[in-house]
C-alpha cells in the first residue's frame, strides 16, 4: 500500500495512526482531519482534532486526556477566570496557547488552515501528511431543550460544559455548504491504494468530514477499497460521547449499526471492509467484508495490530478486485 488516505477525528483517530505509521512506514499517508470542532474563544482559532492529531503524532499528547499537550499548566486560564472573563470551562492550556497564537495570526494574515497546519507540524515531522478536511470556518453545533429553552450551542460547550448530559437532538455543521476540500484532499482520495475510516466519531469527526461538499462522491469514485474501523466495541463507544452522537441521528451504538450506517460500497454506500471487535462477532453485513479482532487500543502493540489488519483487509479487497 504505497498511499493510503485516512479519514480521522481527534483521540481515537490519532491513536490508530500512531500505529498505523509504525507498521506502514514505507507509505504516504496523508490524514483528512475533522474541523468541525473548532472554535473562536478569547480571539484565538482552536482547532481540537488537528492538534490532537498533531500533538499524538508528534510525541507530546497529554496521554492521560488524550488532548492537549503534555507537561501541560493552566495558569493563562487561571489568570482569564481571575478577570472574570470566561468561558471557565474549556481547559486553555499554556503550552496549548501557543499553538493558537500562533494559527491565529497566521489566519488573520491570510494563510490558509492548511498552510498554517503545515507549517505548525514542521516542529515535530509527524512522518505523514496532515490536512484539514476544508480550509473554510466549518463549526459543529447541537440543538438541545434545557430550561434555558430551545436552542443551538456550541460542540465544544455540549461536549465539555455538559458533559453531553443533555440530549442532543441535531447536529448542524454551520456553513459545510460554503466549504471545498482543502488543496490535496481529492488528489489523496483520487490517488489512494487503500482509504480508512479511522475509529472516530462517525456522527461529529467522520460525519462532518463526509458533509464537505466533494468528499463523499470523490470516496464513492475512488478506486481504493475502503476500509472502516470501527469506533464502537461491544456496544459502547470506546471513549467520549459517541452514543449520546449517534442516538440523535437514530443509530444504535453497536459495530453493525454503525457499519450498516456507513453502507456498503456495492450498495452506494462508503464500505468495502468493517474491522470490528471479536465482542462484536457473530456479524454479517451484505456487501462488506467484515473481520474481528481485539479494537481496543490499550497500547502500542494492539494499535499497531489493529492497523496492520487494516492493512492486510484492504490488501485482499484489493486483490479481490484486482487492484494494485
Ligand atoms: N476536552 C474536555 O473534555 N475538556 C477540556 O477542557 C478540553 C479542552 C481542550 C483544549 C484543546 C483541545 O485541542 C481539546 C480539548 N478538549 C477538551 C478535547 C476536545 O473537546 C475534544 O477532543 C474534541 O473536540 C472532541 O473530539
Redo the contacts with the bound molecule.
Keep these: 500500500m504505497k498511499r493510503i488516505v485516512v479519514l480521522a477525528?481527534?483521540?481515537g483517530g490519532a491513536r490508530f495512526l500512531r500505529g498505523l505509521r509504525a507498521v506502514a512506514p514505507e507509505s504516504k499517508i496523508t490524514v483528512v482531519a475533522n474541523t468541525g470542532?473548532d472554535i473562536t474563544l478569547f480571539g484565538l482559532r482552536?482547532?481540537?482534532?488537528l492538534?490532537?492529531l498533531m500533538y499524538t503524532l508528534g510525541g507530546v499528547i497529554n496521554e492521560k486526556?488524550?488532548?492537549?499537550r503534555d507537561d501541560e499548566t493552566f495558569n493563562s486560564k487561571a489568570e482569564l477566570a481571575g478577570f472574570g472573563v470566561g468561558p471557565s470551562?474549556?481547559?486553555?492550556?499554556d503550552r496549548?496557547l501557543a499553538t493558537h497564537l500562533i494559527r491565529t495570526e497566521m489566519l488573520n494574515a491570510g494563510y490558509s488552515l492548511t498552510d498554517v497546519t503545515s507549517a505548525l507540524v514542521k516542529r515535530w515531522e509527524l512522518g505523514l501528511e496532515l490536512l484539514p478536511m476544508c480550509d473554510e470556518r466549518v463549526e459543529t453545533h447541537v440543538r438541545i431543550s434545557d430550561e434555558d429553552g430551545d436552542r443551538f450551542i456550541h460542540?465544544?460547550e455540549w461536549?465539555?460544559r455538559l458533559g453531553a448530559k443533555v440530549a442532543a437532538e441535531q447536529f448542524v455543521a454551520l456553513n459545510i455548504e460554503q466549504s471545498r476540500p482543502a488543496k490535496g484532499v481529492l488528489e489523496a482520495i483520487a490517488g489512494a491504494d487503500l482509504i480508512i475510516l479511522a475509529p472516530s466519531?462517525p456522527v461529529?469527526?467522520t460525519g462532518i468530514i463526509l458533509q464537505v461538499p466533494g468528499i463523499l462522491t470523490a470516496l464513492k469514485n475512488a478506486d481504493a477499497p475502503i476500509v472502516g474501523v470501527s469506533p464502537i466495541i461491544n456496544g459502547a463507544p470506546v471513549r467520549?460521547m459517541a452514543d449520546k452522537c449517534l442516538t440523535a441521528i437514530g443509530v444504535e451504538t453497536n459495530a453493525h449499526a454503525v457499519g450498516a450506517h456507513y453502507g456498503a460500497r456495492s450498495a452506494g454506500g462508503l464500505l468495502d471492509g468493517w474491522l470490528v471487535d471479536t465482542t462484536d462477532l457473530p456479524m454479517e453485513i451484505n456487501g462488506i467484508e467484515v473481520r474481528a479482532l481485539n479494537l481496543l487500543m490499550i497500547d502500542p502493540v494492539t494499535t499497531q495490530a489493529i492497523a496492520q489488519e487494516a492493512l492486510n483487509l484492504g490488501r485482499a479487497l484489493s486483490n479481490q478486485r484486482g487492484g494494485s
Design positions: 477525528g481527534g483521540f470542532d482552536i482547532c481540537p482534532d492538534d490532537t486526556t488524550g488532548w492537549g470551562w474549556f481547559g486553555l492550556g496549548d460542540f465544544q461536549w465539555i466519531n461529529v469527526s467520549g
